[in-house]
Every structure is written in structure tokens, then in C-alpha cells.
């Protein structure tokens, strides 16, 4: 049976659905998880915003990579970008905060095209960022910033002072997440082993006749991960993300076929899973710099 589903156009349908006066600002508000309350009617499942949202909550429980879990505490920071679905919260927490910001408050700001670029809006859940103590002051402390900006009197400051804090939040937000990715190497590590393994199935099982050139989405689901956080850790451990490691796979593969067999450039395309032929052409030359029939040749 499918979940039913409640859409929050606005932070102020957010703010009456949880008992809280009216944001003080319709496009930006921050919100102390302890005044808010759970409503009386029944919520549904599945809950999705018109906007993000970022949260400390101080009871999200340990983090999942993979199989295994770790953490450094109870609490840690979830983030939500417009039309993520997410479920309905169990309880309120006791400590924490919740910034609520609209995509039109980042109009003509350089923060709009760039927070598209922060990958852990796209996390699931269990694959928060789980703070230190000096971690957590660090963060409240922007938190809190912004909450004595956003309840002082608005001026023409006002937009530049929290768009600052915003990035300054996210932008700490980036250096604890690639912390946290170091911190945890030996599970950084496996979840490279089993990617490298999965890799390695996919194409000595012959997936690619069948199924296409490998996604990212097909590793990170065999993985138990989002895409995003699968290609960010692979990136902190490699230098690469999932999608440059499936590139350099198929490279690897079309240089062994080129040299070592006659097939044709289409048969090869075929071969690894490139539904045209052009596609897997222009791949290679973009890569190596040679054109496939090229690279060829260069072994004559």
C-alpha cells in the first residue's frame, strides 16, 4: 500500500503544523527543536518540503556505512533539499536546531548555484554527520549567531549577515563530513573492497550485454549508501568519485579488447555496455586523446 504523503509549500505551513509562531522572515527562520510540538492530527508517513532544511537533532542513534556502525555521540546533523522525502519525525528531541531556508532566499546570490554543489543534501538519514563536542559548540555557535540576526531588528544587513552564516554552517558542514570519512578508514576501506568486487562482477559476469554501462546508483544501492555519499567517500579515499571510477574501469577494459582482440569499435562499444557506438568513441578520446581505432594502432 502506498504511503500517503504531506507537502510543506512554506516555512510558514512548517511552523503552524509544529506549534510555533510565525517565522519572522517568510523565506528563513531557525527554529530550537524544544519549542516545537508534535501536532494533534495524525501525520503522514512521508513528509517533503518546498525548501531545505538543516538540523542538529541530539537523538539520531548511530551511523550506518555499509553494515557497520559508528559514531561519536547521540547526536549529529541531517540535511534536506527541496522535494527530498523523509519521514515523519517519532518524537521531539530535547537539544537542537532546525534552519529552514527557501531556494528564493539565495536568488542573485552566489549560494544558490553553489549549494547544489554540498553532496549531503542528497544523504539518506543514517548517513548523518555525527559531531565532537568541539564539533557541536563550533556549529551551535553559527546557530546561534544566526538566531540572534534573525530575531534582532531586520535591516539591509540583514540578507548578506545570513546568507554568511548559511555558507559558514555548510562550509563546516563539508570539513567534518571529510573528518568524519578519515576518522572511520577502516570502513572507508571496506566499502572500497566491495565496490572493487562489485566492479569486478560486473563485468566478468557479462552485466554490460545485458544491462548497460554501470551506474552509480547500481553500486550505491548493492551498497546500502546514496549515490552522493558513496561518490564523496570514494573521492576523500581516491581522489575519485564513483562515476570517474567506472570510467577508468571501462578504459581499462576497451584498452585490453583494443589490443589484444579484432573486434570492431561497434562490437567493442557493445561489448561494454554502450548503447552507440559514438558514446563509447567519445569517452575514449576524451580520456586517452586517442581515438580508439588510434590507440589501436599505436600496438602495430
Do not use: C
Amino acid at each position: 500500500m502506498k504511503k500517503k504523503l504531506y507537502q510543506f509549500h512554506s516555512l510558514t505551513d512548517f511552523h503552524r503544523m509544529f506549534g510555533l509562531p510565525k517565522p519572522v522572515h517568510p523565506l528563513v527562520s531557525l527554529i530550537r527543536i524544544e519549542d516545537m510540538k508534535l501536532p494533534d492530527e495524525e501525520l503522514p508517513e512521508q513528509l517533503v518540503l518546498d525548501f531545505y532544511k538543516i538540523a542538529y537533532k541530539d537523538s539520531l542513534g548511530k551511523a550506518r556505512y555499509g553494515q557497520h556502525y559508528y559514531d561519536f555521540g547521540e547526536g549529529g546533523m541531517v540535511f534536506t533539499s527541496p522535494g527530498q522525502i523523509f519521514e515523519k519525525p517519532g518524537k521531539i528531541t530535547p537539544e537542537g536546531f532546525i534552519v529552514l531556508l527557501h531556494p528564493d532566499f539565495l536568488w542573485s546570490y552566489p549560494l544558490a548555484q553553489k549549494i547544489q554543489q554540498y553532496g549531503f543534501f542528497s544523504y539518506l538519514t543514517d548517513e548523518a554527520l555525527h559531531l565532537s563536542e568541539k564539533e557541536k559548540e563550533t556549529v551551535f555557535s553559527v546557530f546561534r549567531s544566526m538566531e540572534e540576526e534573525l530575531e534582532g531588528r531586520i535591516d539591509d544587513f540583514s540578507h548578506d549577515v545570513v546568507i554568511s552564516q548559511i555558507e559558514l554552517l555548510l562550509n563546516y558542514s563539508s570539513r567534518f563530513y571529510k573528518r568524519q570519512f578519515i576518522t572511520r578508514k577502516p570502513v572507508v576501506h571496506s566499502v572500497l573492497q566491495q565496490f572493487e568486487a562489485l566492479l569486478d562482477d560486473y563485468f566478468f559476469s557479462g552485466k554490460p550485454l545485458d544491462h548497460g554501462v554501470p551506474t552509480v546508483h547500481y553500486f550505491a544501492d548493492r551498497l546500502n549508501m546514496s549515490a552522493a555519499y558513496l561518490s564523496d567517500l570514494l573521492r576523500t579515499l581516491t581522489g575519485h568519485n564513483t562515476q570517474q571510477h567506472i570510467h577508468n574501469r571501462l578504459l581499462e577494459e576497451a584498452k585490453k579488447i583494443l589490443s589484444t582482440t579484432g573486434l570492431s569499435v561497434s562490437e567493442i562499444a557493445f561489448q561494454l555496455g554502450f548503447e552507440h557506438p559514438q558514446s563509447f568513441s567519445r569517452l575514449f578520446k576524451t580520456k586517452m586523446n586517442l581515438s580508439p581505432l588510434e590507440f589501436r594502432q599505436s600496438f602495430n
